[in-house]
């Protein structure tokens, strides 16, 4: 049987060292890429069976990245790696398009069985987060609310990348629109977000960890 191809996705480079060590062993791994952008092409060009992907990365955060493959029609599985414990973030990957939701501080051999869980199409959740977000669920009905939903997925990406210190041009070329469209997407940003300065800005990017603190 052909091993499951895997792709990671995290920008720390020591932690994504580590993981290529251990996991090469029972997967094969067919690359690594330290940015949500880099991500979205090594979807295309790649084909893994299974992506490991980290929420908080710069360019892109994972959550987006993951709604955009979803938008792509790939059939790649994925998985979210993170330090991020909070129960919401766990479902808001799950409604964004993943399959698995693992903490850096899991057991390795529990990363193992998530991946080859979710490789045949079974969801997986962390033990250490299973019984929090099923309590989360039953309080909201089965409803969590969407955080940052006042936000259209390309003010997303705009609000990440002002946060990341990019100056206006800087965020055109990136996402390949004009200077004057990427003013107006801030515009409208803080309208509706009801902020005044760009430091505003910055704060509910980390608020919603589009960006780390």
């Known amino acids: ?20 060590a251990f996991l090469k062993e029972t997967f094969e791994l067919v690359g690594t890429v330290h940015d949500g952008r880099a991500l979205l092409e090594a979807v295309d060009s790649l084909r893994p069976d299974v992506i490991l992907t980290d929420i908080s ?7 987006d990245a993951i709604r955009q493959i979803r938008e792509r029609r790939s059939n790649a599985k994925i ?29 390795p051999e529990e990363l193992v ?21 099923i309590t989360l669920l039953l309080e909201a009905g089965g409803r969590a609310p969407v955080e940052g939903s006042a936000l259209t997925a390309r003010q997303r990406e705009v609000l990440q990348l002002i946060a990341e210190g990019k100056t206006m041009k800087e965020v ?9 469209t990427a003013e107006s997407h801030k515009y409208e940003i ?3 977000l009801g902020v005044q300065t760009t430091a ?3 704060q509910h990017a980390v608020r919603l960890k589009l960006v780390g603190e």
């Open 200 to 202: 505003e800005l910055v």
């Open 1 to 20: 049987m052909p091993k499951t191809r895997l792709l990671l996705a995290d920008d720390h480079a020591v932690v994504a060292k580590g993981l290529e």
């Open 57 to 63: 990365m710069p360019l892109l955060n994972g959550l």
């Open 79 to 107: 998985i979210v790696l993170t330090m991020h414990r909070e129960t919401q973030l766990a479902v808001d990957a799950f409604r964004a398009g993943a399959l698995g939701y693992m903490l850096k501080v899991s057991p």
């Open 190 to 192: 803080m309208q509706a």
């Open 113 to 133: 069985t998530a991946i080859q869980e979710v490789a045949q199409g079974r969801a997986y959740v962390t033990t250490l987060l299973a019984k929090d977000l």
């Open 172 to 180: 055109a070329a990136i996402l390949e629109i004009s200077p004057r």
